[in-house]
C-alpha cells in the first residue's frame, strides 16, 4: 500500500500556488458578484485542487480508492446528467471529514470510513457532498462572498506576494482560500437542501438514505465537552436537521431491497486503513 505527497506535520492547507492565486483573481475580475460560469467554476475547480493535493496526503491503496470511487459514481449516475467530471480521492487524516472543492473535486478522510458503520453511512456522506455540488452551492458561496469582500481579501494577499512576501496574516487568508474556508462554509437552506438531495438520489444509487441520519447522529454522540468533529464544524448538524431528514427518509415510497450493508467489503477497506496508518506511524 502507498500514498502520495506525505505531510505527517501539518494538516491544513497553505498558500495556494501562483496559479491558483492568479486564477482568482482572473475570476475575481469578470464581473462584481456576477455568478461563476460552469467554465468557470471548471477552471476553479482545478486550480484550487491542485493546492490541495500538494498539501494532503492522498491515499493510493486501489481497494481503498476504488471502493470510494465505486460509491461516489453510483451516485452521481443516479442523479442524472450534470455539467462537471467528478472526481473521487481519499485523504489520509485522522479527523473526521469530507469536503467538496469546485466543479466535482470531492475528498473523503481516512477517519471519516473507519467511523462508518455501513456503507449506508458513507454514502450519506458521500451523497451529501456531491449534493453541494450538483446543486452549484460552491458556485453561489463565490458569488455571496464576493459581495463581503473576498476581492479586497485577495487583494490584499496579492499585494504582499508582489511586494515580495507573505506575512502571517496573509498566509493566514490564501490558505483559507485554498483550503476552501470561504467556498465550503454553507448556509443552513444549502446543508438542507444537500440532505434533500441525497435522500432523494440515494435510493436510485441503490443505497439506504437513512445513513446519513444514522450518521449524523454518531457524529453529534463524538462531540463531548469543547470538542466537535471537523465534519460537524463544515456542516452544523442540529436535532431538527437530524430529525426533517428523517422525516424525509420515512416518506420514501419503499426502502425494500436498498443497501445498508454491503457484506464484509467497507470492513475489508478498513481494515487496509488501519493497516495503512500503522505503517506510516
Known sequence: MKTIRRNPTNNTFKVPSWTGLFLLLGLLGTGACAPLTVNEEKQMGRGVAQDV??????????????????????????????????????????????????????????????????????????????????????????????????????????????????????????????????????????????????????????????????FFEVMQAESSGSYTPEFLRSHPTSDERIKTTQRLVNRLPSRSGLLKSDGDKLIQVQDRIRKLEKRNK
Open 53 to 214: 493535493m500538494e498539501e494532503m496526503t492522498l491515499v493510493e491503496d486501489p481497494l481503498v480508492v476504488a471502493y470510494v470511487r465505486d460509491i461516489g459514481f453510483k451516485i452521481v449516475k443516479a442523479a442524472g446528467p450534470q455539467p462537471f467530471d467528478y472526481k473521487f480521492y481519499v485523504v489520509e487524516n485522522d479527523v473526521i471529514n469530507a469536503f467538496a472543492l469546485p466543479a466535482g473535486w470531492i475528498f473523503v478522510h481516512t477517519e471519516t470510513i473507519l467511523k462508518a458503520r455501513n456503507v449506508s453511512e458513507l454514502s450519506g456522506v458521500i451523497g451529501h457532498e456531491v449534493g453541494h455540488v450538483a446543486l452549484r452551492h460552491i458556485a453561489n458561496n463565490y458569488r455571496r462572498q464576493q459581495s463581503v469582500g473576498i476581492a479586497h481579501q485577495v487583494g490584499v494577499l496579492a499585494a504582499e506576494v508582489l511586494v515580495g512576501g507573505i506575512g502571517a496574516d496573509a498566509a493566514d487568508i490564501g490558505g483559507g482560500l485554498a483550503g476552501t474556508a470561504y467556498l465550503n462554509t454553507f448556509s443552513r437552506e444549502a446543508e438542507e437542501e444537500a440532505d434533500i438531495f441525497a435522500v432523494l438520489t440515494l435510493p436510485k444509487a441503490g443505497y439506504d438514505p437513512e445513513g446519513l441520519v444514522t
